[in-house]
């Protein structure tokens, strides 16, 4: 029986909806293995994990420019000295896990325990085979601390191979698979009994608007997106998810009914149906996160980007944009020029759902466990 050991972090939703993917995958396909998924932080210091984890959300909701800089300095000394010589002293409460597991693989989808694992092997108190799974669309130089320890990197696409290498890692050590995705996305699903459950209709535009993750900072160009397209496409039906945020739902489902626009356009607060809604949706609006970005392209949709966190999701709007499948709406542009021109031309968007399809890498969960496990 061959035991593996994954490793995330409370960092966003990324990191652990990557280590979910890659136990169910192989819980349900390999037999002789046996999985453990831990959030690493949490089980070292609780009280640690719960303060970071608050810090992340203020600082990267309420202060992206100090979150941009925290994410940027990290990369340099001493803030990056600091990062290792704490991963140094938090290795010894997360040894005793591993030890008490004795795994055979450690997979980290986030960079602190992949840095606590390369310590403990460094020092020879752990021989396991380690693997790190980056789960944005750009490097950045935390995932690289002690890359020498590391005997596998899985990164979302080439151009992160050529970079891994240049960094001095061997490129027999990387493998461009993308980032892990939930198997519900390779699902095929009832277009129209979906929409049918949404009241919405099978012969329209639909898009798919995820609001509710926006900082406050950015509220307002949620509110004129939501306008604009209550005032200007009359025939374009949207699902508009406004998360938690109370006051945003109202403010939208306010104005939903004093337009009588409660046929075209439905405002959910939550949803676990986010692969069902993109498998509707011809398009979505949406911050550039690691894990919206691969469902997106994994279901084929052109993304419209707003309010990217300063740093790694600067960085995925970067790439998407280049890559031609997103539009990226920042501050100065004109959103209903912008939306306008996109949707009077059906053949940009048709483009960019092929480039989108060609840019999604569907099966990343699969190779990456076939990688480390066949």
């Not at 699902?239 to 004093?258: A, C, H, N, P, R």
């Not at 993109?278 to 996160?289: F, R």
Request: overall charge positive.
């Amino acid at each position: 029986m061959k035991k593996i050991l994954i490793f995330y972090g409370s960092y966003g939703a990324g990191h652990f909806s990557a280590a979910r993917s890659i136990k169910e995958y192989i819980d349900l396909n390999y037999k002789n293995c046996e999985t453990k998924i831990v959030d690493s932080i949490d089980y070292i210091n609780k009280f640690f994990n719960k303060i970071s984890v608050k810090t992340y959300d203020h600082l990267s909701m309420k202060a992206p420019w100090a979150w941009k800089r925290v994410y940027y300095d990290s990369e340099k000394w001493p803030i990056k000295n600091i990062s290792k010589r704490t991963n140094q002293l938090f290795s010894i409460k997360l040894y005793k896990l591993i030890s008490a597991y004795n795994p055979d693989i450690i997979i980290s989808t986030h960079f602190f325990p992949s840095q606590m694992c390369c310590v403990l092997k460094k020092k020879g108190k752990i021989n396991c085979k380690l693997a790190t799974v980056l789960t944005d669309y750009a490097p950045h130089g935390q995932w690289l601390i002690y890359h020498e320890y590391v005997d596998y990197f899985f990164v979302a696409h080439k151009g992160m191979v050529d970079y891994l290498s240049q960094s001095g890692i061997e490129k027999s050590k990387i493998y461009a698979t993308g980032i892990p995705l939930s198997n519900k996305f390779l699902q095929n699903y009832n277009k129209e009994n979906i929409l049918k459950e949404f009241n919405l209709q099978p012969n329209k535009t639909t898009v798919l608007f995820f609001a509710g993750g926006s900082s406050h900072l950015a509220r307002g160009t949620s509110s004129d997106i939501f306008k604009s397209f209550i005032n200007l496409f009359p025939n374009i039906q949207m699902l508009t998810i406004t998360g938690k945020s109370e006051k945003l739902k109202k403010e939208f489902d306010e104005l939903v009914m004093y337009n009588h626009k409660e046929d075209n356009i439905k405002v959910l607060n939550f949803t676990n149906q986010v692969p069902q809604l993109m498998s509707v949706s011809d398009l979505v609006i949406t911050k550039p996160g690691g894990l919206t970005t691969t469902e997106s392209l994994a279901s084929g949709l052109p993304i419209i980007i707003i309010d990217p966190i300063p740093g790694q999701e600067e960085e995925n709007a970067n790439f998407l944009e280049k890559n031609g499948v997103a539009i990226w709406l920042k501050k100065e542009d004109n959103i209903e020029k912008v939306l306008s021109d996109l949707f009077s031309s059906p053949n940009k968007i048709k483009e960019m759902k092929i480039k989108a399809r060609l840019l999604a890498k569907k099966n990343s969960t699969k190779d990456i466990c076939k990688i480390l496990l066949s």
